[in-house]
Structures are given as structure tokens and as C-alpha cells.
């Protein structure tokens, strides 16, 4: 789930709102982080240390977003180990941060008061546990089309339907072998979702 799947989500569109960082909209959500913890305040503290790469952060500690070096500073530390987007309660925007987001087409979201943060927790945590889950079971179905020796069609086509995905009409199927002696900066896993990104948008939904 990457952070324009993730505004395509009825509860998530009508209490969130991107504000900056439009550019950046195919970064890749791998779960959620809350850095709200007083010892951000710290000069000594360094939140890269626990970042991984695709969290969705979110910042609503007042001390914090009105703090405008301090957070620029922490958000750019955080950005530098990929980050996939940063939420931010309403009316704790600041311009330079906008500025900042815009410039690193990193998707700055503005969160209403409407929308709880254990209900936006519990929505994302969800989509992710089932994207995970969906992706697993496509995987699976392929490989049992490609590696079984007695295919039961009517089988297949089951299966496929519960995935909602068709296999009556035509179907590509595309193989994609990378140079190892490239340098990648993404996993595995990221470089797939970009892939599927990409295929999204030429109006391939399946893929």
C-alpha cells in the first residue's frame, strides 16, 4: 500500500488531507510510527535510530510542531531513511514544513479531529495485515499455475475469483530480471510495490 492507496480509503479520505508533498504520493506504507515522545525533545535524541524505512509517521505533540527547527530538523533525519509520509493534527502545520515536504515530494497529510488516532491506526494496520495476506495468496495461486503438473481449472478459476481477478480472458504475464551488479536503494519488496505502482497507473489494477 503505497500513500495514494492509502487516501483511497473512504474513513481515511474524509479525516485526512494531503497538504504538501503531492510528488511523492507512490512512496510505500510498511506500517505506522508515532513520534510523540518527549524525548524527541532532547538535542541528543536521533529518531533515525528507530526508523526502518516506510513508516507513516505521525506527529500531534504541540511542544514538537511548534518547534519549528527541531521538527524540521527530525523530519529531515527522518526523510534520509525513507520515510513514507508524515500526518500532522490540524492547525500544527507549519509553512516551512509545507516548504520542506514539497521540495522532498514527501507526503505531508493534515489530520482532523474527527478522525481518532486509534481508529486511523487500526484502518492502516488492517489494510497493510490484508494487502500481506492478498499478496500472499496471488503468489501462491501463481505458483500452483506455473509449477503443478495436474492443474484442476475450474479449481484455479475458483480461487482467482475469490482474489478478484479473472483468468477467462487473456492474460500477460511479465518477467522482469534485474542486473545484480545494480546498487538497489529499496527492498525487495518496495521494488515490487513501485512496479505494481507504475502498472496502476496505465489502468492495469491486477498485476
Not at 504475464?173 to 512496479?195: A, C, F, G, P, W
Request: some cysteine.
Amino acid at each position: 500500500m503505497n500513500c495514494e492507496d492509502l487516501m483511497n480509503i473512504p474513513k481515511i479520505y474524509s479525516g485526512m488531507k494531503l497538504i504538501a508533498g503531492g510528488s511523492g504520493m507512490y512512496r510505500n506504507i510498511r506500517w505506522i510510527y508515532f513520534a510523540d515522545c518527549t524525548q524527541c525533545l532532547s538535542d541528543d535524541f536521533k529518531v533515525s535510530q528507530l526508523i526502518h524505512g516506510g513508516e507513516l509517521v505521525i506527529v500531534t505533540n504541540a511542544a514538537l510542531t511548534d518547534n519549528d527547527d527541531k521538527m524540521l530538523s527530525m523530519i529531515v533525519e527522518m526523510n534520509q531513511k525513507n520515510i513514507a509520509g508524515l500526518v500532522i493534527n490540524v492547525g500544527q502545520i507549519s509553512p516551512m514544513l509545507t516548504e520542506y515536504c514539497n521540495d522532498n515530494e514527501l507526503p505531508l497529510f493534515e489530520l482532523s479531529y474527527d478522525l481518532h488516532l486509534i481508529d486511523l491506526s487500526q484502518i492502516v494496520c488492517k489494510a497493510l495485515v490484508e494487502e500481506e495476506s492478498n499478496t500472499n495468496s496471488i503468489d501462491q495461486l501463481l505458483a500452483a499455475i506455473i509449477y503443478s503438473s495436474n492443474i484442476n481449472d475450474a479449481d484455479i478459476k475458483i480461487r482467482a475469483g475469490y482474489l478478484g481477478t479473472s483468468i477467462s480472458d487473456k492474460n500477460h504475464i511479465v518477467v522482469l530480471k534485474l542486473n545484480k551488479n545494480n546498487k538497489l536503494q529499496d527492498s525487495y519488496e518496495n521494488l515490487q510495490r513501485y512496479i505494481r505502482y507504475e502498472f496502476k497507473n496505465y489502468g492495469l489494477q491486477k498485476c
